[in-house]
């Protein structure tokens, strides 16, 4: 646990008197650890307008059957619910309280046994009614009343359902898991392995079982006890910078042998964290900002929109970690190489969430550029529950295809690639960071989202971290993002390591994209999104081949001159990207164990036409002709959780259909045709209740 000493209170903060005018302007490149600022808000959808509210939906009823003679919670899943929508129950109105836009509870008195309608009233609209059961039958649920665990260990608990009336029809779902956990539904066991921040916390976790005939539901209590206690990071320095909006903290993060080797344990390392005084009341995003290669010192750079956290990896380990047997011995066979560096950035991560209650920890994300750009990946994906958002560049992302000096160098904290030091698990330290891996193997990486920019003519990182085969694998990491379907908007140009592309300059990909402070698209840890695959508007990066204009170099790969148009030696568009302009509306997510919803479009907005032939467009304008073509598959759902070969119905405007949730419960649906006005992509578990609701 951590504690809040040396933090500045907000009543102290109240009376500083502060020029809040002016805003800071960062430089870009390789080792700008800052980043650039939050981008301003997107404009308004503008004729366009906003979605709809969704249809007034009633899908399921919960507990069916209730139990009769006593008083009863009823918990309604749908969608188009609102604030004012009200439970009606044989002609009376029940006290509700309003969820979500899918979710709504309702208190009953005690009734007798028999069917009741239950309808919901929204406004002068109700919805179509369905039946309540009283004082039937129904399965029961065998659980404790609760599971405790120490960090890092794991715990798996069997779930159990009996007086099931069709066995062949019960399906059991779990809500409101703690983040890392994970559900296998057909062996009906709950896993989780919690990581040391998040000791002394607790969730409830409901589970819901129906037989085909009754639903029920009971809950029981996740307990992690706070067993691995590093020491916690001191406020050393405040500084109060006038116009910036924001306050910088300098911390002291003390190590022990948890945080550091036994060698190196009880060394300092500075961080330095920057926090907005005008806070909303729903809090402000996290942002962690990994700095390059050669940094001295910890990022400064605040905003006045988000809490920044600038950790430091002064020995350049790429942020992963280090040998246990350094100091003293070098890395040498049947050794170990943790994960060190990770453990010391989610230390300050966790300290932050703990002390400052304006931190929304559902909307963390991690930054970084060329080293702090692998960085970004490795964590964002390998502790994917901590994190909302990826935004990583100029990162290579396969370890063991770093150039040979780099390899040199990371031979001398992780050990030769070949001797295979441990990472953890079993896995070697080289393999830990071979991300189109970790998305093959982790259903927790693959529902990350990343945005991702690399340069054609970088010769520091060249374009093959993005196109170059894995030996583990025999994918790059775009065809693993693509092949497994996963959130990802990547863009190249024939830009440098940090240095802009000579004919589009920076930032030509989008004049909107913000899932972080934007109005759509937006990116939460607990909520769903659709991840957008093979794209009818995807540019071609090329497959990692040559074109002729450059011979390969092991250093630069086919980098030409960055200050030459056009010379680049890789194949491919000399530009372009991967889902580009294809948008979802954050709030129009409705996610139930009955049904998944989110409006989709294309973003069709300003911009200019291409500089020059075979370049791409600037901004947001789209050139080629509406509807796009594009598979979209939900990811991060929090209750619409799929068992490997379910069919799944699924509807989008007219368009009707099915499909089957692959091995690892995901589904796919293929070539939606997207348009510049927004439609509902809604799944259901029965084709019949798609055809009769729509």
Same mark, same amino acid.
């Given at each position: 646990?951590?504690?809040?000493?040396?933090?500045?209170?907000?009543?102290?903060?109240?009376?500083?008197?502060?020029?809040?005018?002016?805003?800071?302007?960062?430089?870009?490149?390789?080792?700008?650890?800052?980043?650039?600022?939050?981008?301003?808000?997107?404009?308004?959808?503008?004729?366009?307008?906003?979605?709809?509210?969704?249809?007034?939906?009633?899908?399921?009823?919960?507990?069916?059957?209730?139990?009769?003679?006593?008083?009863?919670?009823?918990h309604l899943t749908g969608a188009g619910f609102t604030r004012s929508s009200v439970v009606v129950v044989a002609g009376q109105e029940l006290p509700t309280t309003f969820v979500s836009g899918g979710e709504l509870h309702a208190h009953s008195g005690p009734r007798k046994r028999g069917e009741y309608p239950v309808f919901v009233r929204r406004d002068d609209e109700d919805s179509r009614p369905l039946t309540l059961a009283v004082d039937r039958s129904a399965p029961r649920i065998l659980v404790p009343a609760q599971v405790e665990v120490d960090e890092d260990t794991e715990v798996g608990l069997a779930i159990d359902v009996v007086d099931v009336a069709d066995p062949a029809a019960l399906r059991v779902h779990l809500l409101g898991l703690p983040p890392g956990a994970t559900w296998?539904?057909?062996?009906?066991?709950?896993?989780?392995?919690?990581d040391f921040t998040q000791g002394g916390d607790t969730w409830t976790v409901t589970v819901l079982a129906h037989d085909g005939e009754s639903r029920v539901e009971t809950t029981f209590d996740v307990v992690v006890r706070d067993t691995i206690r590093p020491p916690a990071p001191e406020i050393i320095d405040t500084e109060f910078l006038d116009g910036s909006g924001y306050v910088r903290y300098t911390l002291?993060?003390?190590?022990?042998?948890?945080?550091?080797?036994?060698?190196?344990?009880?060394?300092?390392?500075?961080?330095?964290?920057?926090?907005p005084l005008e806070v909303p009341p729903e809090g402000v995003p996290v942002r962690v900002g990994l700095h390059g290669f050669a940094t001295a010192n910890p990022g400064g750079t605040g905003s006045a929109s988000e809490i920044r956290i600038s950790p430091h990896d002064p020995d350049n380990t790429y942020w992963w970690g280090y040998a246990t047997s350094l100091p003293e011995n070098p890395p040498a066979a049947g050794g170990a190489a943790p994960d060190y560096t990770v453990r010391r950035i989610l230390h300050l991560v966790e300290y932050v969430l703990r002390n400052y209650p304006e931190a929304d920890p559902t909307r963390v994300h991690i930054y970084g550029s060329s080293m702090g750009g692998a960085g970004a990946m490795v964590i964002g994906l390998l502790r994917a529950r901590h994190f909302a958002y990826v935004d990583a560049r100029l990162g290579q992302a396969i370890?063991?295809?770093?150039?040979?000096?780099?390899?040199?160098?990371l031979s001398g904290w992780w050990g030769e690639p070949e001797l295979d030091l441990d990472g953890g698990g079993g896995l070697a330290a080289w393999d830990h960071m071979d991300l189109t891996r970790a998305l093959?193997?982790?259903?927790?990486?693959?529902?990350?989202?990343?945005?991702?920019k690399h340069g054609k003519d970088d010769p520091t990182i060249h374009f093959g971290a993005a196109v170059l085969p894995s030996a583990r694998t025999g994918e790059s990491f775009y065809a693993a993002l693509q092949q497994l379907h996963v959130g990802h908007f990547a863009v190249w140009d024939e830009g440098g390591h940090g240095?802009? !592309? /000579?004919?589009? &300059?920076? @930032?030509?990909?989008?004049?909107? #994209? %913000?899932?972080?402070? *934007?109005?759509?698209?937006?990116?939460?840890?607990?909520?769903?999104?659709?991840?957008?695959?093979?794209?009818?508007?995807?540019? !071609? /990066?090329?497959? &990692?081949? @040559?074109?002729?204009?450059?011979? #390969? %170099?092991?250093?630069? *790969?086919?980098?030409?001159?960055?200050?030459?148009?056009?010379?680049t030696g890789w194949e491919g568009a000399v530009a372009g990207a991967i889902g580009r302009f294809l948008r979802w509306d954050g709030a129009s997510v409705v996610d139930t164990v009955d049904r998944l919803q989110f409006a989709l479009r294309v973003h069709a907005g300003d911009g200019s036409n291409p500089p020059a032939p075979g370049y791409p467009s600037e901004g947001d304008l789209v050139l080629a002709e509406l509807p796009a073509y594009v598979d979209v598959t939900p990811r991060r759902t929090q209750a619409f959780r799929c068992r490997p070969g379910e069919r799944i119905a699924w509807a989008f405007g007219k368009a009707r259909g099915e499909v089957v949730a692959g091995p690892d419960g995901s589904v796919t649906i293929p070539a939606l045709p997207l348009t510049d006005t927004w439609t509902t992509l809604v799944l259901r578990r029965s084709l019949a209740v798609i055809t009769a609701s729509h």
């Amino acid at each position: 646990m951590l504690s809040c000493s040396g933090l500045v209170s907000r009543a102290c903060l109240s009376v500083v008197s502060l020029i809040l005018a002016g805003c800071y302007t960062g430089l870009s490149g390789a080792n700008d650890e800052s980043g650039p600022p939050p981008p301003p808000p997107p404009a308004s959808n503008g004729p366009l307008g906003v979605p709809e509210v969704a249809p007034l939906e009633l899908d399921a009823l919960s507990p069916d059957p209730a139990p009769g003679g006593v008083a009863f919670d009823l918990h309604l899943t749908g969608a188009g619910f609102t604030r004012s929508s009200v439970v009606v129950v044989a002609g009376q109105e029940l006290p509700t309280t309003f969820v979500s836009g899918g979710e709504l509870h309702a208190h009953s008195g005690p009734r007798k046994r028999g069917e009741y309608p239950v309808f919901v009233r929204r406004d002068d609209e109700d919805s179509r009614p369905l039946t309540l059961a009283v004082d039937r039958s129904a399965p029961r649920i065998l659980v404790p009343a609760q599971v405790e665990v120490d960090e890092d260990t794991e715990v798996g608990l069997a779930i159990d359902v009996v007086d099931v009336a069709d066995p062949a029809a019960l399906r059991v779902h779990l809500l409101g898991l703690p983040p890392g956990a994970t559900w296998d539904e057909p062996t009906r066991r709950f896993s989780f392995t919690p990581d040391f921040t998040q000791g002394g916390d607790t969730w409830t976790v409901t589970v819901l079982a129906h037989d085909g005939e009754s639903r029920v539901e009971t809950t029981f209590d996740v307990v992690v006890r706070d067993t691995i206690r590093p020491p916690a990071p001191e406020i050393i320095d405040t500084e109060f910078l006038d116009g910036s909006g924001y306050v910088r903290y300098t911390l002291s993060q003390w190590t022990d042998d948890y945080l550091d080797s036994p060698g190196y344990a009880g060394r300092e390392f500075t961080a330095k964290i920057m926090v907005p005084l005008e806070v909303p009341p729903e809090g402000v995003p996290v942002r962690v900002g990994l700095h390059g290669f050669a940094t001295a010192n910890p990022g400064g750079t605040g905003s006045a929109s988000e809490i920044r956290i600038s950790p430091h990896d002064p020995d350049n380990t790429y942020w992963w970690g280090y040998a246990t047997s350094l100091p003293e011995n070098p890395p040498a066979a049947g050794g170990a190489a943790p994960d060190y560096t990770v453990r010391r950035i989610l230390h300050l991560v966790e300290y932050v969430l703990r002390n400052y209650p304006e931190a929304d920890p559902t909307r963390v994300h991690i930054y970084g550029s060329s080293m702090g750009g692998a960085g970004a990946m490795v964590i964002g994906l390998l502790r994917a529950r901590h994190f909302a958002y990826v935004d990583a560049r100029l990162g290579q992302a396969i370890a063991r295809n770093h150039r040979p000096g780099r390899i040199t160098q990371l031979s001398g904290w992780w050990g030769e690639p070949e001797l295979d030091l441990d990472g953890g698990g079993g896995l070697a330290a080289w393999d830990h960071m071979d991300l189109t891996r970790a998305l093959v193997e982790s259903s927790e990486a693959r529902d990350q989202f990343l945005f991702l920019k690399h340069g054609k003519d970088d010769p520091t990182i060249h374009f093959g971290a993005a196109v170059l085969p894995s030996a583990r694998t025999g994918e790059s990491f775009y065809a693993a993002l693509q092949q497994l379907h996963v959130g990802h908007f990547a863009v190249w140009d024939e830009g440098g390591h940090g240095i802009a !592309d /000579p004919v589009l &300059g920076d @930032g030509w990909w989008t004049g909107s #994209w %913000s899932p972080i402070h *934007g109005d759509e698209a937006t990116l939460r840890r607990d909520r769903a999104f659709p991840a957008f695959t093979a794209s009818s508007l995807d540019d !071609d /990066p090329g497959v &990692g081949a @040559g074109n002729g204009k450059q011979d #390969w %170099s092991d250093n630069a *790969g086919f980098a030409g001159d960055v200050d030459v148009p056009g010379d680049t030696g890789w194949e491919g568009a000399v530009a372009g990207a991967i889902g580009r302009f294809l948008r979802w509306d954050g709030a129009s997510v409705v996610d139930t164990v009955d049904r998944l919803q989110f409006a989709l479009r294309v973003h069709a907005g300003d911009g200019s036409n291409p500089p020059a032939p075979g370049y791409p467009s600037e901004g947001d304008l789209v050139l080629a002709e509406l509807p796009a073509y594009v598979d979209v598959t939900p990811r991060r759902t929090q209750a619409f959780r799929c068992r490997p070969g379910e069919r799944i119905a699924w509807a989008f405007g007219k368009a009707r259909g099915e499909v089957v949730a692959g091995p690892d419960g995901s589904v796919t649906i293929p070539a939606l045709p997207l348009t510049d006005t927004w439609t509902t992509l809604v799944l259901r578990r029965s084709l019949a209740v798609i055809t009769a609701s729509h």
